[in-house]
Nanobody, 125 residues
Framework: QVQLVESGGGSVQAGGSLRLSCERF????????MAWFRQAPGKEREGIAG???????DYVESLKGRFTISQDIAKTILYLQMNNLKPEDTAVYFC???????????????????WGPGTQVTVSS
């Protein structure tokens, strides 16, 4: 069974940067697509970026340019580099995994089979 654990969250001032990590444990061969989501208080979970096993990346247009998704060579750690952070980026950030054969998307949180517990990011003005 796949387990996901996020790290790297914290508090930062507006304009600052953070890099989030999501480490995968367990049987990961079934995982085809990994993504980052976030959820602010009182709001729905929002997709940020995703990447498949071949390295193709997808981004939500509104965040493209400030956020960058990547993986390590072994594809066991997923990263999210966040630059020029804004107070509206304050949220709990989650990584999620989807298996092959799934109609997965950044607008389909229900298509992911595994989620990490999340890491808090707080951006102050």
């Amino acid at each position: 069974q796949v387990q996901l654990v996020e790290s790297g969250g914290g508090s930062v001032q507006a304009g600052g940067s953070l890099r989030l990590s999501c480490e995968r444990f367990g049987y990961t061969q079934s995982i085809y697509y990994m993504a980052w989501f976030r959820q602010a208080p009182g709001k729905e979970r929002e997709g940020i970026a995703g990447t498949n096993r071949e390295g193709r990346t997808d981004y939500v247009e509104s965040l493209k340019g400030r956020f960058t998704i990547s993986q390590d060579i072994a594809k066991t750690i997923l990263y999210l580099q966040m630059n020029n952070l804004k107070p509206e980026d304050t949220a709990v950030y989650f990584c999620a995994a989807a298996s092959s054969g799934t109609c997965v998307g950044l607008d389909r949180p229900g298509s992911y089979i595994k989620w990490g517990p999340g890491t808090q990011v707080t951006v102050s003005s």
